[in-house]
């Protein structure tokens, strides 16, 4: 066996789940499996074993697959910084940015470094899962593709198109990515698998047979609604609008949705707690007067996105928040908003200049080339805690002198205001650790459950494992990709 593909008929597909349960199935069967993605475009990270970074789908894919995280399982993440430029990453580190002038030839140009990383990735395994971006048939982003039939050509990986029926069109979804393929695209395809059914299977018989019949190729299942993916982080953005709200309880807990909002997943644990409700505030929306405590998330883009809060008119929100004896919190990208100033004289993000924070902590950020990427561990609020590092930018002030966390060991972090109500911290998965999680819910008068967060996600693979294991033909997938591409 080398390596088989997932690519779907769209995104938001489902393709990053299936490929975690395959990993973990296959793991929960004795092989050795590994996750791959060629080219992904995401904000939402994580720091490997190996100093980089990689997109924090192939993350959760690594932990199904109980493998450490490496940048060999995504050598090219881009991360939007504005609607037409991305910074990019190879191999975990910032070379540069991509935008329309220069988006063709720039990817064109990374397919021999992705094949490099699959060397290595399928030379120490059994079997790569590769997960596509977006869609194939998506043929006019053909020229210079290296994250779907680019790849899979240039690896001779077979692959299987994911469809997603609960959108409707599944049928001509699958059908017609079929025809407006390149026929040696196509060759490519071995199969389909039809994703997110919900009600009784022998109601789409007739329509699973049609797909069949009109493309040509086989299906290896249909995959019911899984409500236990609901425990697992998403990478994407646009499910922050889907997610549906507890009911409502006694703490309610605020986060902004910034345009270029990174990492967060960060606060997905406190959906686990039922003291708790999490509100994602959209835009055209103001920040609930009764929060409890306002965290402002982590951002690729902080000057644009401090000037979008300000536009929104949730500056104002925020300190009459503070006013009223709330609390805040940032992280990362947030925890600079908090400063007094933002300077960006090389401009990192964009056109250089600054923008004047929120001022609730008296601290100046200067962003700089210099990128931090590290796993942590530390404390703050009495309780310890293992994390990441992952921004650009220095943040010097007073406040700094009553660090929000003291890592590893020695090391300050982050900022605290006189009133102990404004808290500013660069580590990221803070939250995933019961201890530091009690701390802070406490600090707003709420109880923490104190569930253990990595276990719940250990425990969701495990049970997506258990339910590919019923509904999809994975003996099949595996022959599949022991006979390659022949």
Known sequence: ???????????????????????????????????????????????????????RAQALQAIAARAELHTDMNPVLLKPQADRTSQLIVHGRVRGTLGVANFRE??????????????????RCDLVIVEGAGSPAEINLRDGDIANMGFARAANVPVVLVGDIDRGGVIASLVGT???????DAAMVRGFIVNKFRGDPALFADGYAAIERLSGWSGFGLIPWLSCITALPSEDAVVLEQRQHSAPSRKLVACPMLPRISNFDDLDPLRHEPQVELAMIPPGSVIPAHADIVILPGSKATIADMAFLRA?????????????????????????????????PLGIEGTPGAIAGLGLLDVETTLTQDKAL??????????????????MGVTKGP????????????????????????MGTYCHGLLSEPGFRAALLESIGATSNRTDHNRVVDTALDQLAGELETHLDIDGLLNLAREGCR
């Open 1 to 55: 066996m080398t390596g088989l593909m997932l690519q779907g008929t769209g995104s938001d597909v489902g393709k990053s789940v299936l490929v975690a349960g395959l990993c973990r199935a296959l793991a929960n069967r004795g092989l050795r499996v590994l996750p791959f993605k060629p080219q992904n475009m995401s904000n939402n990270a994580a720091v490997t074993v190996d100093g980089g970074e990689i997109g």
């Open 106 to 123: 720039g990817r064109r140009s990374l397919l021999p470094e992705v094949l490099e990383s699959w060397e290595r990735l399928r030379n």
């Open 178 to 184: 079929r025809a407006v393929l390149d026929p040696a």
């Open 312 to 344: 929104q008119g949730w500056d104002v929100d925020i300190l009459a928040h503070h006013r009223r004896g709330g609390a805040v919190m940032g992280i990362c990208g947030g925890y600079q908003m908090l400063g007094r100033s933002i300077a960006d």
């Open 374 to 391: 590290r796993t942590v561990t530390g404390a703050a609020l009495g309780a310890g805690f293992s994390g990441f590092e992952m921004h």
């Open 399 to 422: 406040d700094t002198a009553r660090a929000f966390a003291m890592l590893d060991g020695d090391r300050m972090d982050g900022a605290t205001s006189f009133d102990g109500r404004v």
